[in-house]
């Protein structure tokens, strides 16, 4: 049975950090290709970052150069570290497990705020 827990989700301020993980069970992690998406009240899930299971690295534009997506195979972990937060990242942020078929985590909210 496929699992996805993710966690680091929380409130921050403009310009804050903060850091999510998600750690899958029940997959070959590494053949995996992982991404965060999130959905803020009122609009539809969107693709935040993706890390392919080579590695590759796909970013929205509103979070490139903000948003480091990585992942560790040992540890069946995926990270999402989210730097100059603003306030239109505030949504709840879901993990993605992608091989052929779709899974997702039970989302994690950030809320950036003063």
């Known amino acids: 049975q496929v699992r996805l827990v993710e966690s680091g989700g929380g409130s921050a301020q403009p310009g804050g950090s903060l850091r999510l993980s998600c750690v899958a069970s029940g997959v070959i992690f590494s053949t995996y290709n992982m991404g965060w998406y999130r959905q803020a009240p009122g609009k539809q899930r969107e693709l935040v970052a993706q890390?392919?299971?080579?590695?590759?690295?796909n970013y929205a534009s509103s979070v490139k150069g903000r948003f480091t997506i990585s992942r560790d195979n040992a540890k069946n972990t995926v990270v999402l570290e989210m730097n100059s937060l603003k306030p239109e990242d505030t949504a709840v942020y879901f993990c993605?497990?992608?091989?052929?078929?779709?899974?997702w985590g039970q989302g994690t909210q950030v809320t950036v705020s003063s």
């Open positions: 890390i392919t299971s080579g590695s590759d690295t």
């Open positions: 993605n497990a992608r091989y052929w078929l779709d899974f």
